[in-house]
C-alpha cells in the first residue's frame, strides 16, 4: 500500500518515533511517502532517515508563497462547497487564537498543493503525524480527493495547537495518541460518538538498537557523578529547575557534572541561570547531537533527568524520546510527572518521580542514586524490562498496521 506520511519537517531530530514508524511499517510491506512542510537537519539527522528522505520525500511549497495560493485558485476543488465550509471552520477558529485561525487560512490552501502531490505520487492512504498543522492539511487534501486519512496526536500539538479538533476527528477513521494523559485530555473534548476514534499506541523502539549494556553505577566517593538531560530548550522541558539543583549541590560539596544536549529559545535564559547559580564549571549546554552522539552519553553517564513541567502556555511533554532510550540504555532515570511520563517513570519502581518546578527535590533524587547504587541498577534494570514489554516498536506499531491492511510482526519475545 502505497501510505502519504504528512509530518512538519523530515527528518528531524527531536521527533525520531515518525522515523521510526515509517521504517517499521516499510519493513512490514508499506511503501511509505513523506510529504513534509520542512526539511531537517540533514547534517544531524539519522543517516537511515536522510537517505529515505532524499529518495521518498517531498516538501511542500511554503504557506505564505503567493505563487501556490494563485494556483490553488484554479483549482476546481478550492470553489467546492466542501473546501469553502473548511475556509469557515479555519474562520471560526479565529475565535480561539486568532494567530493560528490566521494560519489555518493560509495552509487551507497549502492542502490543495499537498492534494496534487497524493495524486501525482498515486497516494492510497494518509496518515499525518500531529494534531495541528500536517492534520489540517491532510483533513484538507483528503477531503478534496477522497482518500482515507488519519492522524496521531502528541503533546503540544495537542495541547496547544490543536484546533479544529472534532472536525478532524470525524473526518478521520482513527486518531492515535502516544500516552495516556493525551487519550484521556482528547476524549474528554470529544463528542461521545467519536471518542471510540482516539486509539492508545505509544511509542517505540526498535530493541536491536539497544543490546543489554554493560552498566556500572558510580556512587558517592567515585568520582564526579555524571547527570544528562535532553530536550529542545523550551519551557516545558524544565532544565532551569535541574540548574537550580545543580546550584544546591554544589553548595553541598557533591561531585555531580551536568550536561543538557538540546537547543532552543530558552537558551539565553539557561545560561544566565547557569551564572547566576555559579555552576558553569558543572553544568554544560551542549547544544544538539546527532541520535549516535546522544546514545553514547547515554550509555556514559550516571543518570537521566527529566524535570518536565506544565508550561505557562498548557504546553506539556508526551513521552520524551530521551526518557525511553536511556531506559533501554540501562540508566536510571528521574522524571516529573508531567505529560505522559507517568505512562514510563513509576516511583521507586522504574525510575524516581519528584514533583515539577522543585530543585530541592531534584537535588535530593540526583543525591539518592549518588548513595545508593543497588537502588539506582535496580530501578535502571526494571526500567529496561519494561520498555522490552510496554515499548518496543514490534509490537506497538500493531494498531496502525491493523488499520493500513497490514500484517504486523508477531510479537517479539519478552522473555
Known amino acids: 500500500m502505497r501510505i502519504a506520511f504528512v509530518v512538519g519537517e523530515f527528518p528531524s531530530l527531536t521527533e525520531g518515533f515518525v522515523w521510526r514508524e515509517i521504517r517499521e511499517l516499510k519493513r512490514l510491506g508499506a511503501d511509505p511517502v513523506v510529504f513534509a512542510l520542512r526539511r531537517g537537519d540533514m547534517r544531524r539527522a539519522d543517516p537511515e532517515a536522510v537517505a529515505f528522505a532524499e529518495k521518498s520525500a517531498v516538501y511542500l511549497p511554503r504557506a505564505w508563497d503567493p505563487r501556490m495560493h494563485l494556483k490553488a485558485a484554479t483549482l476546481p476543488a478550492a470553489w467546492s462547497g466542501r473546501h469553502l465550509r473548511m475556509v469557515w471552520a479555519a474562520v471560526k477558529a479565529c475565535g480561539a487564537s486568532p494567530a493560528h485561525g490566521v494560519r489555518n487560512l493560509f495552509h487551507i490552501n497549502q492542502g490543495l498543493a499537498l492534494e ?24 484538507v487534501a483528503c477531503a478534496a480527493t477522497g482518500l482515507p486519512f488519519s492522524f496521531s496526536a502528541h503533546a503540544r500539538d495537542l495541547f496547544v495547537e490543536g484546533f479544529l479538533l472534532e472536525a478532524k476527528v470525524e ?18 473534548r470529544l463528542p461521545p460518538e467519536l471518542r471510540s476514534r482516539v486509539v492508545l499506541m505509544r511509542h517505540g523502539l526498535d530493541m536491536d538498537e539497544f543490546p543489554p549494556p554493560p552498566r556500572r553505577h558510580r556512587t558517592a ?15 516545558k522541558k524544565g532544565f532551569r529547575y535541574l540548574i537550580g539543583a545543580a546550584g544546591l549541590l554544589r553548595q553541598e560539596g557533591e561531585q555531580v557534572m551536568i550536561e543538557i544536549v538540546g537547543e532552543g529559545p530558552e537558551r539565553g535564559r539557561l545560561e544566565e541561570a547557569i551564572y547566576r547559580e555559579a555552576v558553569g564549571d558543572v553544568c554544560t549546554l ?50 516529573t510527572d508531567a505529560g505522559g511520563l507517568p ?42 524490562a519494561r520498555i522490552g514489554e510496554s515499548f518496543d516498536i514490534r509490537n506497538n506499531i500493531a494498531p496502525l498496521a491493523a488499520m493500513l491492511g497490514l500484517q504486523s510482526n508477531p510479537p517479539r519475545d519478552k522473555g
Open 286 to 335: 551542549t547544544g544538539a547531537l546527532p541520535f549516535a552522539e546522544v546514545r553514547r552519553r547515554m550509555l556514559e553517564a550516571d543518570a537521566l533527568v527529566c524535570p518536565s513541567i506544565a508550561a505557562s502556555d498548557g504546553d506539556m511533554d508526551g513521552i520524551p524520546n530521551a526518557v525511553l532510550e536511556a531506559q533501554a540504555c540501562g540508566l536510571p532515570v528521574i522524571a
Open 171 to 188: 473526518a478521520a477513521g482513527c486518531v492515535f495518541v502516544c500516552h495516556s494523559r493525551a487519550e484521556a485530555w482528547l476524549k474528554d
Open 116 to 139: 496534487e502531490g497524493l495524486l501525482a505520487h498515486r497516494i492510497e492512504r494518509v496518515h499525518a503525524h500531529f494534531a495541528s498543522l500536517p492534520s489540517t492539511l491532510a483533513w
Open 221 to 235: 566517593g567515585s568520582g564526579s557523578f555524571r547527570v544528562l538531560a535532553v530536550g529542545r530548550l523550551v519551557e
Open 343 to 384: 505512562d514510563a517513570v513509576a516511583h521507586g519502581e522504574t525510575g524516581l518521580v519528584v514533583p515539577q518546578r522543585d530543585p530541592s527535590a531534584l537535588a535530593a533524587a540526583i543525591r539518592r542514586l549518588m548513595g545508593d547504587g543497588l537502588l539506582a541498577a535496580r530501578l535502571a534494570a526494571a526500567a529496561r
